[in-house]
């Protein structure tokens, strides 16, 4: 058994065991810390600074996304000293770059914006010269604006790290320092394959999904949990919606470590699901009619199919009727069409494409 | 899956084959990258493609299509000679020793290397770090099982694993990686023409009794013999089959000798397909009901690894159609079923009554979890990642003696390629989804022939020229990308693209057993389009 010992944050007494960090017991219970180059599934990075809590007995502020509890430690999350670093550091990012939050995707679930708002910072105190970099828009799935990176390296780190695709890394130096693919080359030209965990991860809006631009803010945007439709491996998805809409998919951020995707999806989990907004859905039945399917009414296709399936198996036997199940469809619907195959019609017929 | 996918990182070596992962399997394929470059797990690829992982495994080799049940018994025959198997394993827990050992004389390295085109030298070091690592995990796909003799290739992946004693251990197993999302639940709820629900068999008459009682029927009422496959519908559409109910299936791109199977469905006097869109199936059916997409509904689905998980409703479907087990009841009721399961939550109550495997897996244990893997008995239950922990289910595990069979059809001189078919990261399946969605479609957005340099050469096809493909079944005419990621001799087409659909192409020699298609191989030629 794991032992298990107390730490207090703000003078909260909080029950937590070995190997974890200041920070995962403060989100554990849902006490606010800032962090922007630390993320759950990149671990901590230690850049940002952000997230620096005071220790008592300890000298200096420490970086609790790096900070392991130790059995009584004594924690401050918001000392005005604190807040006067934090504040400098957000002041600091404001000022580089172009952080204009308007019209930008992330607005309402950026954690800078996040940052800025606790700290009452509305506009940055002072603004560095800065030259535009043009957007790279040359990807399908992934609009690129370095202007609002703020080189945390968490996309750069997942995408090693996690999703194993081995495309982002810094380049160039110092001042011009960015995220590049490849040998820097446009992310539609690399051998980037579009994951999107990249944008997943990214604290701000530097790296947003083409398609859901403009289909709304994220806070009216609703999240419901659905399995990939595609592959064997099950991904749990947020699916986020809206206006009955799909608008993007994320992999599931909660219990990460347990789901079968670990929070990570492929390009088809990521961007594939616009199949389901499209106007070409069948929303009616069809009935072949003088050799031309014509649309017909539920009733009337309904009937039709019953008293044909009635007719052929008085006729020819219910062997003669074969069922092409699913793999694709829900484990209920699979089991409705075996029970109807085999506890209605009378045959054994049944069979999927699993072969196939 | 015998085992878990979170379990690659827990594997010493591991033997990927007949699976392009990276494609396929994509966040899978990062796993098994993750393995071994971040925990030094070893890496095996068996694959006649430069596949993603092919450029992390320790050894690839190349063989030539169908000729997979060589070069595995062929491993086996080296790892046995040197005395590498784990005796303790299979004398305790294995039969058919024997019989086994006698049929692996055959595959002597030299007629290995004769018959896979894998040099001896190389399958003789892959036998050595397979069985000699430690723990090994072998994973495989459709590359494997779409072939006349699908099922002796899962046997022989079966048999190595078997003498090595890579069972009932983290990082271990034979693990399908299965194509589509659900394929595991509809195997699990009995969408096969042998079994109901959890593999109970339909000719024994216990199972029948069972479900009989619960379906409220005499037992004389149930069909007591084994029932058709699709292919063998297909077959015998005009003749034994008269009608087919094809649910969220599109046999017409994804059915091998397309030309045949299409003349096949002619002959039928009804056919009702119920899907999401008006599919090739679709259009050639005589009713057409409309249903909803997977995020218009919930219920649960079976991952490749048995992991039961809950998918929510996130989106109203179009206002004119419904889910499928509404028009389901729907059409039992009118055949005079008046007590068939409405909703989908006495669908699942029936399922876990007769399905021992289920019986734990309430909505309410997997709803705001990650799923719960069978079997699973019990509402206490934790649930099993790894099967086969101690002993085997059945007893003890068979080893199976397999003779040598080549693939029904290989190249020769009017054929000289061999074709062998799969799919892209970017679609998936028939195309139906992936082909309609923006990014997808963008990214790719039609089929294309990969030729290997030497190939094109002698051919004199240059990258990017459409080129005319054709087997003795059908031809087709696809762009050719010309690459050194083929072996020689070998092309490649997926089958998403209605426009140069690879299935026009395609065998339909069987498998005698599991009666699965010989998809990954047959002989084509390819040539230029005269201007
Ligand atoms: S997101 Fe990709 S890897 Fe995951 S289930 Fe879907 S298709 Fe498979
Ligand atoms: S979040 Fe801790 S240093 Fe950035």
Redesign the interface.
């Known amino acids: 058994m794991e032992s298990t010992f107390k730490i207090y944050i703000n003078g909260k007494a909080l029950e937590t065991s070995a190997g974890k960090t200041v920070l995962d017991v403060a989100r554990e219970h849902d006490i606010y810390i800032p962090t922007l180059c630390h993320h759950p599934r990149t671990g901590k990075a230690g850049k940002c600074r952000a997230c620096l809590v005071e220790v008592e007995g300890l000298r200096g502020l420490k970086e609790s996304c790096a900070l392991e509890v130790r059995d009584g430690m004594s924690v401050k999350t918001h000392t005005e000293q604190i807040q006067e670093v934090r504040k400098m550091i957000v002041e600091l990012l404001l000022s580089n770059g172009e952080h204009n939050c308007i019209a930008c995707e992330k607005n309402g679930h950026c954690e800078l914006q996040d940052m800025a708002y606790h700290l009452g910072i509305e506009r940055p105190g002072y603004l560095l010269d800065y030259e535009r970099i043009t957007l790279d828009e040359s990807s399908e799935g992934i609009i690129r604006d370095a202007n609002k990176c703020i080189e945390c390296g968490r996309c750069i780190k997942s995408c090693n790290n996690n999703v194993m695709h081995e495309v982002l890394d810094f380049g160039w130096r110092s001042d011009h320092m960015r995220v590049i693919c490849d040998d820097d080359k446009p992310m539609g030209e690399s051998t980037c394959v579009q994951c999107g965990e990249c944008v997943q991860v990214c604290p701000v809006g530097a790296l947003t999904f083409r398609y859901a631009k403009g289909k709304g803010p994220y806070w009216e945007l609703d999240k419901t949990k659905v399995i990939c439709t595609y592959c064997g491996v099950g991904c749990s998805i947020d699916m986020f919606t809206k206006d009955n809409k799909f608008v993007y998919s994320l992999g599931t951020e909660e219990n990460w470590q347990d789901q079968t995707n670990k929070g990570m999806l492929c390009v088809k989990g990521r961007f594939g699901f616009d199949f389901l907004n499209r106007e070409d859905r069948l929303d009616t039945p069809l009935i072949r009619k003088n050799g031309k399917l014509e649309k017909a009414g539920w009733d009337e296709a309904l009937d039709l199919v019953a008293s044909r399936f009635t007719d052929i198996k008085a006729e020819h036997g219910p062997g003669s009727i074969g069922f092409f199940t699913s793999a694709r469809i829900s484990n209920e619907e699979n089991y409705a069409l075996m029970r109807f195959a085999r506890g209605v019609v009378g045959t054994n017929n049944i069979d999927h494409c699993a072969r196939l | 899956m015998t085992n878990s ?2 379990e690659a990182e827990n594997s010493d070596v591991i033997l990927i084959t007949g699976t392009n992962t990276t494609w ?5 394929g ?2 098994i ?2 393995a071994v ?2 925990k030094g797990v070893k890496l095996i690829v068996v694959d006649p493609r430069d596949i993603g992982l092919a450029k992390y495994a320790d050894i690839h080799m190349k063989q030539n299509p169908g000729s997979d049940n060589a070069w595995l018994m062929g491993l086996q025959h080296i790892i046995v000679k040197n005395n590498w198997h784990n005796k303790e394993f299979v004398e305790e827990k294995t039969e058919g020793w024997e019989e086994y050992l006698q049929s692996l004389e055959f595959y002597t390295p030299k007629k290995v290397e004769e018959l896979s085109g894998i040099p001896k030298e190389q399958l003789y070091e892959a036998a050595k770090l397979y069985a000699t690592s430690g723990r090994g995990a072998a994973y495989y796909a459709m590359g494997i ?2 072939h006349s003799h699908g099922v002796d290739n899962v046997m022989a992946i079966s048999n190595l694993q078997m003498i090595l004693g890579n069972f009932g251990l983290p990082g271990t197993g034979v693990n399908p ?18 079994v ?2 959890a593999y109970q068999p ?1 000719v024994n008459e216990d199972a029948r009794k069972k ?1 009989a009682e619960a ?1 409220d ?1 005499k037992l004389e ?3 007591d ?7 063998t ?1 297909v077959k015998n559409a005009g003749d ?10 599109n ?1 017409m791109m ?2 091998p000798n397309q030309n045949h199977a299409r003349k096949q469905m002619d002959k039928l ?2 056919i ?1 397909v119920q ?4 599919t090739e199936t ?2 050639i ?7 909803f ?5 919930y ?7 048995r ?19 509404e ?6 009721r ?2 005079g ?1 008046t007590d ?2 409405e909703t ?1 939550e006495d ?2 109550a ?2 876990r009554e007769l399905t021992p495997s289920y019986a734990g897996v309430s909505y309410e244990r997997i709803k705001d ?3 719960l893997r069978w079997p699973c008995p019990t509402e206490e239950h934790p649930g099993t990642p790894i099967l086969h922990v101690g002993k085997f289910a059945r007893g003890k595990g068979l080893l199976k003696a397999i003779e040598y069979r080549p693939p029904a059809e290989y190249a020769d001189e009017d054929y000289p390629l061999v074709l062998t078919t799969g799919r892209l ?2 679609h ?1 399946h028939t195309g ?3 082909r ?5 479609e ?2 790719v957005s039609s089929g294309m022939i990969e030729l290997n340099v030497a190939d094109a050469e002698h051919l004199k096809v240059i990258n990017g020229e459409k080129v005319k493909v054709s087997s003795r079944r059908g031809s087709i005419e696809i762009t050719a990308l010309v690459t050194d990621k083929i072996k020689e001799g070998i092309v490649f087409i997926p089958f998403h693209f209605v426009e140069s659909a690879a299935n026009i192409l395609t065998n339909d020699a069987l498998d005698p057993v ?4 010989e ?1 990954k191989v047959c002989a084509v030629k390819v040539e230029k389009i005269a201007e």
């Not at chain 2, 899907?275 to 008006?278: E, G, K, N, R, V």
């Not at chain 2, 028009?327 to 039992?332: H, L, Y």
Request: glycine residues 8%.
């Open positions: 996918m979170q396929n399997h994509p966040v899978f990062g796993m990258k993750k470059m971040q099982t779409q990686l299965r194509g589509q999302n659900n394929v595991q639940g509809a195997c699990d709820m009995g969408g096969l023409p042998n109901f629900t339909v479900f379906w029927k009422e149930m069909d013999k084994v029932g058709q496959t699709v292919t519908m034994s089959i008269k009608a087919l109910y094809i649910v969220g299936e046999p994804s059915d006097d009804f009702v899907d999401i869109f008006l679709a259009a059916a005589d009713v057409v009901l409309p249903a997409a997977f995020a218009e509904k219920g649960t689905f079976t991952n490749t690894e992991r039961v998980q809950f998918s929510n409703k996130a989106l109203d479907g179009p206002a004119g159609a419904k889910s499928d087990n028009i389901i009841a729907a059409i039992a009118r055949m079923c068939f399961p989908v669908l699942y029936e399922i979890s990650t799923g990261l970017q998936y139906s989804m992936t309609r969605s923006k990014v997808l963008g990214i599991a009666k699965i298609p998809y």
